[in-house]
């Protein structure tokens, strides 16, 4: 017997509301904490860990590249990066990439492309339609875009220039927006992940894009959460059958490694030039060679079919097993990247699921958020709705 190791970070800045446990490995969907405890991961790390953890393939590829080079800034040519910008325009049938490291800092990158782009047209004081409940970072671009009222409060004076509406609701996009000259963005998730997991209908994709094109506007499209083959797709707004002038990805492109894109189309793809823009850490070697790994093993493992076929899987054992339940109001998503809304807040969950060795979040306060491994088995699928349905109906029952 070992004694037990307490999870505690004193010397951490007290910026989350942590689980108190303290994970130390990982292979496959499963982890285990330091005491030894074994996990099933329907978290995936937040939908970055595409590949699960310690992949037969993945590992030896970033090792053999830290032997070669980690680092070496943007002074440079570095080929990976003309590599993998290939391997994404191929995939989203657009022009060209910006690389950093994180989605806040894709997002920031969209915005400037935004307001650069008007500017350029000679509007003064450009603005950007944003949405109700979406989520595109915390820096005070990023969060002034953002919907939740909670993470912006505390932080002002924030930026002017955003115009909010809610999803879905095409009148309400042309009267927010009659004739107001100064617009030069429409930006959005096709499915809002923090904000609880609801999806843009594939229709008002299809309004919205022939509204931007109709009045010189981009359509930016936050896919951090949602691409990447989370959906069964290499991106999400593909299910609608067009293509973003701005698109901005991040989470599981790496596939745990800190990589950003900002991916550009047409108009948007020459706005930024030499000075305007860049990122110290973005795009360096070892980034590059886990985006370039990452897509390679999707495809050779058939990971965007996997996601689709596993994911209706699941959501079908939750909606036989938990949508019968008083008390759960919807289980919605596409892939891999479920929610499960609950008529109550339902935040303990997220502690109460990990003592019963399950890893999942909560958002909105009342959504349950599925994200895991692209890797998941419909077996794996099974047990995350065996382990969830006692702790769902033990919260419903309370």
């Not at 699960?52 to 990976?80: D, F, K, M, W």
Request: glycine share 12%; net charge negative.
């Amino acid at each position: 017997m070992t004694d037990f190791i307490e999870a505690a970070s004193p010397h951490v800045m007290n910026t989350y509301g942590r689980v108190p446990i303290a994970l130390e490995r990982g292979q496959g969907c499963r982890v285990w904490d330091v005491n030894g405890k074994e996990y099933l991961d329907a978290l995936g790390g937040i939908a970055v860990n595409t590949l699960g953890h310690n992949h037969p393939r993945l590992v030896p590829a970033l090792q053999e590249q830290l032997t070669r080079l980690i680092h070496t800034s943007n002074y440079y040519h570095v080929p990976g990066q003309e590599t993998l910008a290939r391997l994404l325009v191929e995939r989203s049938s657009m022009t060209n990439v910006f690389f950093c490291s994180t989605g806040l800092e894709a997002n920031e990158a969209a915005i400037k492309i935004a307001r650069k782009y008007g500017v350029d047209k000679g509007i003064a004081r450009p603005e950007i339609v944003v949405y109700d409940h979406a989520f595109h970072g915390r820096s005070i671009a990023t969060m002034t875009a953002t919907g939740n009222a909670k993470v912006r409060d505390g932080f002002g004076p924030l930026l002017d220039g955003f115009i909010r509406v809610a999803p879905n609701d095409y009148e309400a996009l042309l009267a927010a927006t009659e004739g107001n000259d100064n617009i030069t963005a429409v930006m959005m998730e096709p499915i809002q992940g923090e904000g609880g997991l609801h999806p843009m209908r594939a229709e008002y994709l299809q309004q919205v894009r022939a509204l931007c094109d109709a009045r010189g506007w981009l359509l930016m499209l936050d896919e951090v959460q949602a691409g990447m083959g989370r959906t069964g797709k290499w991106f999400a707004h593909q299910w609608a059958g067009i293509v973003p002038d701005v698109m901005t990805l991040a989470k599981g492109l790496g596939s745990g490694v800190p990589v950003g894109a900002v991916v550009a189309h047409g108009k948007a793809a020459e706005v930024l030039k030499p000075g305007n823009h860049g990122s110290t850490f973005g795009g360096n070697p070892l980034a590059m060679r886990a985006g370039i790994e990452t897509i390679r093993i999707m495809e050779e493992d058939g990971l965007l079919e996997q996601a689709s076929r596993v994911g209706e899987h699941l959501k079908a054992a939750l909606r036989e097993k938990l949508g019968r339940l008083e008390g759960v109001v919807d289980i919605r998503g596409q892939g891999l990247m479920i929610g499960i809304e609950l008529s109550k807040p339902c935040g303990q969950l997220i502690g109460q699921a990990a003592e019963a060795g399950l890893l999942l979040s909560v958002t909105a306060d009342t959504v349950i958020r599925l994200v895991p491994p692209l890797i998941l088995t419909t077996q794996e699928a099974d047990e995350i709705v065996d382990r969830l349905l006692p702790l769902v109906q033990a919260v419903l029952a309370a």
